[in-house]
């Protein structure tokens, strides 16, 4: 990791740059363009992305599609689905451009391409013939990386541009619709519906919005909301998969799959890995979740709260590698004012001491009045962290491990360790 930083600074950004198009354009090459031959829906913003695919994959298949999908939780072809084990949410040109043959070899009709700024700003979407672009919502992230929080927007805004510019897309002799399908509430929806396209389609609680939700309940069973008078009750149990389900919904409606058809795929879900994922095989509560910046981390909150636990006690950890540090003090102060035991931990340190931004997130949470040895620990074996959490829990109390969900891997100066939070917990509980 710290190679690509040196070599990044002795060849220059501008060079680097140039080199991630071409190869991107090569991939594309080598392996047939074969986005051209699906309908290709690109997957954007700052939260929900992962679960807003596969959402929309389920509808999809429901519908009677085959359908392929690339996001942060997994790499999906068909029946064929399996946990993302490259630690990336976009994964490179050559890889991306194998994934999409394969998906055409297999017959999917639909690829769904979770695509990050990140992405954007090292060309990996150049090569890949969007249909549609789905704008789930945008708040502060990876500022450290993209230079502060218009660039962060501006990558976000390059893949409409993108779209907007890219030739029509003719499949079985019929010329595919360009869609932009974007969040009515988000206070940058103007800048992201204000491309030339054949449609576009909004989703949110907003009286504007053509896909508005209504009457959302959060239970710990999962959650239930309206649309159009129709009744849903999904068995996801995030707050945030209240939007998450009316981007997927809004997003099948523009390919012309009924709200019925909805209904019925989205009712079947039990849940998504990692998100929100509860394990409750004892007579506590335990929840894994895969946020990690304070948007994120608000959400699962707020959903907590509703479901009344007697006392939360939650496990995190930092994350390295350049990601934006002033969100660390910050969410060890959320979890100190939340949470009635925090347990600081590893996270992804990647070429940071984890004992140095342990101790940065520590000092955060004791701003909120935790105190060391008492209802604060910074243990940064994050398995050992995680086992005293357990061990701690009693009847009716609710552990919280955020922070990694599904992800297989940790990044650790040198490299990645395996790494999978519930089987963690799961190996843990057999203990006790």
Not at 250 to 276: Q, S, Y
Not at 284 to 300: H, L
Request: a positive charge.
């Amino acid at each position: 990791m710290w190679l690509k930083n040196i070599a990044k600074k002795i060849v220059g950004k501008k060079l680097v740059s140039i080199y991630h198009f071409h190869l991107a354009r090569l991939a594309a090459l080598v392996y047939g363009f074969p986005s051209r031959k699906l309908i290709v829906v690109g997957v954007t913003g700052t939260n929900g992305k992962s679960t807003t695919a596969n959402l929309l994959a389920k509808i999809l298949e429901e519908a009677g599609n085959k359908v392929a999908v690339t996001s942060t939780i997994n790499f999906k072809i068909g029946e064929k689905d399996k946990l993302n084990d490259q630690k990336m949410t976009m994964p490179g040109r050559f890889f991306l451009q194998r994934f999409l043959r394969q998906a055409v070899q297999a017959g999917c009709q639909y690829a769904i391409i979770e695509t990050s700024s990140e992405g954007v700003a090292q060309h990996r979407h150049i090569g890949i013939h969007y249909d549609a672009l789905v704008f789930t919502n945008l708040t502060p992230e990876h500022l450290e990386a993209h230079g502060g929080f218009e660039n962060y927007k501006a990558a976000k805004l390059t893949l409409f541009e993108y779209l907007e510019k890219l030739p029509y897309k003719m499949l079985n002799g019929q010329q595919v619709e360009k869609v932009i399908v974007a969040n009515a509430d988000d206070p940058y929806f103007p800048e992201f519906v204000n491309f030339k396209v054949d449609r576009i389609v909004s989703f949110g609680k907003n009286s504007s919005a053509q896909v508005q939700g209504s009457n959302l309940t959060i239970e710990p069973k999962g959650i239930s909301f309206e649309v159009d008078n129709l009744s849903f009750r999904l068995q996801l149990k995030g707050q945030f998969d209240f939007y998450n389900a009316l981007v997927a919904i809004a997003a099948a409606e523009a390919f012309g799959v009924g709200l019925d058809t909805c209904k019925k795929a989205l009712e079947k879900i039990p849940n998504v890995p990692g998100r929100m994922e509860v394990i409750q095989s004892q007579p506590f509560t335990i929840v894994v979740d895969y946020a990690y910046e304070p948007e994120e981390m608000r959400q699962v909150y707020e959903t907590i709260s509703r479901w009344k636990p007697d006392r939360v006690i939650q496990v995190l950890g930092p994350s390295g590698g350049g990601r934006d540090k002033a969100r660390i003090s910050i969410l060890g102060e959320m979890a100190g004012k939340f949470a009635a035991v925090v347990f600081i931990t590893t996270d992804d340190p990647y070429d940071d001491d984890p004992a140095v931004i342990g101790r940065q997130m520590f000092e955060g949470a004791s701003k909120s009045g935790k105190q060391a040895n008492m209802n604060l620990f910074l243990e940064l074996d994050r398995r050992e962290a995680i086992a005293l959490a357990l061990k701690r829990a009693q009847p009716g109390d609710l552990v919280l491990i955020t922070g990694k969900g599904s992800d297989q891997k940790m990044a650790v100066k040198g490299g990645y360790v395996p790494w999978d939070d519930r089987q963690v917990v799961r190996e843990q509980l057999a203990k006790l």
